[in-house]
């Protein structure tokens, strides 16, 4: 009895829009999903540092390299946030980790595609973070205080991102035939991906519903989807590029574009473990974490060390 009125009292707080902050009262649902979706999120960000590093090297000039070092540098810091809004739910990162290197753990499916071309950096930064930012704009509104406050920040520095994807799209667009084909191949391999990083349809989601209702997600995967969908489908035809969507145009009745069954065959494999870079992303993660371990231990040693001196003076 006692809980079940400490349920009504919660939901009540989630319908007036009043924070969870990490000491208050929570179901054990609730805070597993968010034990979920906040890591998954951080991983996210942190592999997909991947597929852009993959580039850092090979940026066409130093202005791009630049632009895309700081870009990586900015996912990491998202990572962080992240991480930590995680830990208030009483998780420490090494376990956050250690469930990703098992596979217990997912991020993303959409980086588990490779980046072939310079193109694919500006179709990443468009229309994968493009994507991201419909997603991380209604995230701002989620009701556990933590999440919310880490996603302002966070989409401030995605809208850079998106503009840089965008740029490279424009100057690609613009410029050879030879260049203008690998914008179009670059938009032919990472739009249904982008849109599928929304999740699949609210009517098969497993925890859709509950989260609606919890305010953890504002908006259903669908409802994300269509808008990304109707905003980035101007900026493609002003680029002058051609979605691989037969399918894709203008219903009068409802205002938004309608677009293709997606195959969710695809992401399904994808996110079982069988996409092109799944095993290559998390094996580098892995390798990378095991490197660096010499340097954690040092810094934990030295701030022990540094509190031991505090304490004697």
């Known amino acids: 009895m006692e809980d079940e009125k400490k349920l009504i ?18 179901p054990e649902k609730y805070r597993q999903t968010l034990i979920r979706q906040i890591s998954q999120h951080a991983h996210s960000e942190i592999i997909g540092m991947q597929p852009e590093g993959n580039w850092l090297t090979r940026a066409p000039s130093l202005r791009s ?10 996912e990491a810091g998202h990572g962080l946030y992240l991480y930590c809004a995680a830990e208030t739910l009483g998780i420490k990162r090494e376990q956050f980790l250690q469930w990703l290197h098992e ?29 991201a930012i419909v997603n991380q704009v209604s995230l701002q509104g989620t009701s556990y205080g933590p999440y ?11 809208s850079f991102h998106q503009r840089q994807g965008f740029e490279i799209m424009v100057q690609l667009a613009n410029g050879t035939k030879e260049q203008k084909e690998m914008a179009q191949d670059a938009v032919n391999r990472w739009w249904w991906p982008s849109i599928m990083m929304f999740g699949p349809h609210d009517s098969e ?7 609606l209702k919890w305010k953890i997600k504002r908006e259903s995967n669908d409802e994300l989807r269509q808008r990304f969908i109707d905003k980035t489908i101007e900026q493609g035809h002003h680029l002058g590029l051609i979605f691989p969507d037969p399918n894709l145009k203008l219903n009068p ?19 079982k473990g069988n996409g092109a870079g799944n095993r290559q992303r998390l094996n580098h993660h892995i390798k990378a974490h095991e490197d660096g371990k010499w340097v ?15 304490k004697s003076a």
């Not at 595609?113 to 994507?131: F, I, K, Q, R, S």
């Open 9 to 26: 009292q919660f939901q009540q707080k989630i319908d007036q829009d009043i924070k969870i902050e990490p000491r208050d009262w929570m």
């Open 65 to 74: 390299k630049k632009i895309l070092m700081a870009k990586i540098q900015d």
């Open 103 to 131: 596979g217990k753990a997912k991020y993303s499916s959409v980086f588990n595609y490779p980046t072939l071309t310079w193109a694919d950096m500006g179709a990443v930064g468009w229309l994968v973070d493009g994507a």
């Open 148 to 158: 919310a406050r880490a996603m302002v920040k966070i989409c401030m520095e995605e």
């Open 205 to 211: 989601s497993a925890h859709s519903n509950q989260s």
């Open 253 to 271: 009745e409802t205002n938004h574009y309608d677009y293709s069954p997606i195959d969710w065959d695809e992401f399904w494999n994808v996110v």
């Open 296 to 310: 954690r231990e040092a810094a934990i040693a030295y701030a022990k060390k540094s509190n031991l001196k505090q």
